[in-house]
């Protein structure tokens, strides 16, 4: 059974850093895009960022600059650092994994969902 475990979120202040980890279980990796979405309350689940199992990487234009997502294949391990972080960075992420292996991603067809952390950006 495939499962997705992240880690990290909490509260923070405008401008500073957050680093959200996600461990994946239940599957060797291989084939897999994982990536991070977010979810702010009353709004639609956006993809934030997504890494390939090559390593082909692709980022919300929102996020550019500001984040940076990573993947050890070997730990079964992606992070999301985020830094210079705004309000409107404030939202539920959630750690997603599909066997599409494409890293543009529809909520609606992802294989693979955890179970989400709130990140909360105020002063």
């Known amino acids: 059974q495939v499962q997705l475990a992240e880690s990290g979120g909490g509260l923070v202040q405008p401008g500073g850093s957050l680093r959200l980890s996600c461990v994946l279980s239940g599957h060797s990796g291989s084939g897999l895009v994982m990536a991070w979405f977010r979810q702010a309350s009353g709004k639609e689940r956006e993809l934030v960022a997504s890494?390939?199992?090559?390593?082909?990487?692709r980022y919300a234009d929102s996020v550019k600059g500001r984040f940076t997502i990573s993947r050890d294949a070997r730990r079964n391990t992606m992070w999301l650092q985020m830094n210079s972080l705004k309000v409107e960075d404030t939202a539920i992420y959630y750690c997603?994994?599909?066997?599409?292996?494409?890293?543009?991603?529809?909520?609606?067809?992802?294989?693979?969902w955890g179970q989400g952390t709130q990140v909360t950006v105020s002063a």
């Open positions: 890494v390939t199992s090559g390593e082909t990487i």
């Open positions: 997603a994994a599909d066997r599409s292996n494409r890293p543009y991603l529809i909520a609606a067809r992802i294989d693979y």
